[in-house]
């Protein structure tokens, strides 16, 4: 299986350092994001890239993205964090590119 290991090893260097919260990128593996959504390729969801897309400029976009994921708008996964830690995700996902 091919595996991104640079990315396993970002995400386990996080964790190391970050004891209490869960990071974005745990957390969007942690709840498989990626059985949807990729990075940049638009497969059943959009991608994180074009979400960024659509919001850019709005300077509330990351407060609408974590309530979103907190409550599962449109039938969307709901996702179990704190609201630091979907407001961490939102920012992780309007910041890709
Ligand atoms: C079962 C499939 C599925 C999973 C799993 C999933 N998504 Fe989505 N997501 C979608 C679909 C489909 C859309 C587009 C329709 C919509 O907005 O609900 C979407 C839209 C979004 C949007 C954009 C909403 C907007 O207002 O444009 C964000 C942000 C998002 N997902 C984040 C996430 C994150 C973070 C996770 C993991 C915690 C996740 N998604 C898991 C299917 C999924």
Known sequence: MKFPCALIAIVAGLAATTAFAATPEELIA??????CHSAKTTVKAPSFASIAEKYKGQ???????????????????????????????????????
């Open 30 to 35: 942690k709840n498989r994001c990626g059985r």
């Open 59 to 97: 300077a509330d976009a990351s407060a609408k993205v974590a309530q979103m994921l907190k409550t599962g708008a449109n039938e969307h996964d709901k996702v179990a964090a704190s609201d630091a830690e979907l407001k961490a995700v939102a920012d992780f996902v309007l910041s890709s590119k």
